[in-house]
């Protein structure tokens, strides 16, 4: 069988890629890009000859992602997953069975449910020799998250793993037991990818067969990547930092700037692509007038609906907005049919929107109740169906796994607009879950939100 990656070829294009990006922003030195260069045809051959192989998916394939190395090959990737969802996964064991069904549904293929029924006895329930499978449980826990409407077995399957991980805690020794927590606490497709590769960093050193070209690389493209992240952070930070002196008439001042901004965008853009300043004021307009009817109920104290408040509420989570800044500069990849599907709200847009708006009502709840503030949809909840605070957040927290079903569902192919896009509000859906995991950490940054920040942005990954 011929190896799908040519690794010679893509070793040279990604050293490229890397040179490159030094030259232009000088962030690492000569030193650091021959280990780079170095590394990269390491890892390329080591990933390429997997790839060519990939029945079933080689665990190195999902280390990659972990280690968040995975975009350096995604066409890779692509025409493997693409051969691998062609094969029968029958004769798989579980660990082998769920990473083939989670790969291949994170990259949009559908692949039925019904290949976990071979891990149920008669009865119906899930083998008891799986209990000790410690690696496999791990791997169909994640996989089950990937469920969509009608899935019960994957339901079923969330139940089983998660109970029987928790129970075997105290039995795992390291970097497993670690690593086992870091899941139990978010499923792997709810989790920030750069946030996962800096955790996982630390606990890929730890294992015995860990690949050392690998890890090594794995560090030196996460402080790149942070090196890059640092620059747009201080050219973001020099963007006027007079204006806070300028907070009187901060109505007028504000207006006066966003133009300006608005300017400033178009004048980037092409002159084919100025269009696409009018959807976002647009959608800017559309968030303004949500945020005056929040107050108005705030002020009236006024209790909608659930279905009321969602109306208004999926707007006031700011996504739709969000999603539409962030397609604004990015080339041929967003047609204007792109926006104008952003604009008709779809569905994986409000299911994010309906993921950020439950997850900050939840979470955030008690902290809202010790200030003047709008009925969040708990408020709304208990008020409509006559129930008290406990039995709101746990129908509430339903409806935010159905909308994470709706939001799996959506990015399963053919989707209606490019996947690179899609990818993006996959994005701002797991910055969500970071955010209201326990606690409101947007409001209050001195959480787990500061140890995030510094990990992501100021400390380097040592070597």
């Not at 294009?13 to 030195?29: N, P």
């Not at 080339?331 to 847009?349: G, H, L, R, T």
């Not at 979470?363 to 503030?373: A, V």
Request: net charge negative; with cysteine; aromatic share 12%.
């Amino acid at each position: 069988m011929t190896p799908i990656v040519p690794a010679l070829v893509n070793a040279r294009d990604l050293v490229a890629c890397l040179v490159a990006a030094d030259l232009c922003l000088g962030f690492i030195g000569y030193d650091l890009q021959l280990a780079l260069a170095e590394l990269a045809l390491s890892v390329i051959i080591f990933l390429g000859i997997l790839l060519g192989f990939p029945s079933p998916p080689p665990p190195p394939l999902a280390g990659a992602e972990l280690l968040g190395l995975d975009y350096h090959f995604e066409k890779e990737i692509d025409a493997a997953l693409s051969l691998i969802s062609k094969h029968d996964a029958q004769n798989y064991e579980l660990y082998e069975t769920s990473l083939w069904f989670r790969l291949l549904r994170q990259h949009g293929f559908y692949v039925a449910a019904d290949v976990f029924n071979k891990f149920k006895d008669e009865e119906g329930n899930f083998m008891s020799t799986l209990n000790e499978d410690v690696k496999g449980l791990l791997s169909l826990y994640n996989a089950a998250y990937l469920r969509i409407h009608g899935e019960y077995i994957l339901d079923e399957a969330i139940l089983f793993t998660k109970n029987r991980l928790a129970s075997l805690l105290d039995e795992l020794k390291q970097p497993l037991v670690i690593l086992v927590s870091l899941f139990l606490e978010t499923p792997l497709c709810r989790r920030n990818k750069r946030l996962l590769a800096r955790k996982y960093i630390s606990i890929y050193q730890e294992e015995e067969r860990r690949n050392e070209a690998v890890l090594e690389f794995a560090k030196l493209d996460f402080n790149m990547l942070q090196s890059l992240h640092q620059e747009e952070l201080k050219k973001i930070s020099m963007w006027e930092p007079q204006a806070i002196d300028e907070v009187p008439e901060y109505l007028k001042d504000f207006y006066l700037k966003l133009l300006r901004t608005f300017k400033e965008f178009e004048n980037e853009l092409e002159s084919d692509e100025k269009y696409r300043i009018s959807f976002l004021q647009h959608e800017i307009k559309a968030l303004s007038r949500s945020y005056f009817i929040e107050a108005k109920w705030g002020i009236e104290k006024y209790v909608p609906t659930l279905e009321e408040h969602l109306s208004n509420s999926l707007v006031t989570t700011g996504y739709r907005l969000l999603i539409c800044a962030s397609y604004v500069g990015m080339d041929q990849v967003a047609s204007k049919e792109v926006f104008e599907w952003v604009a008709s709200f779809p569905k994986i847009i409000k299911a994010s929107s309906m993921i950020c708006r439950l997850m900050d009502d939840v979470t955030s709840h008690e902290l809202e109740q010790q200030r003047e503030h709008a009925a969040t949809t708990v408020e709304c909840y208990m008020k409509e169906f006559a129930t008290d605070e406990k039995e709101a957040y746990k129908n509430l927290i339903e409806m935010l796994e159905d909308s994470w079903k709706d939001h799996n569902e959506e990015c399963l192919h053919p989707t209606q607009v490019p996947r690179l896009l899609i990818e993006k509000i996959v994005n701002f859906s797991k910055v969500i879950a970071e955010f209201y995991k326990y606690t409101d950490t947007y409001t209050d940054s001195k959480t787990t939100m500061k140890d995030n920040v510094n990990m992501l942005f100021v400390e380097s990954v040592l070597i």
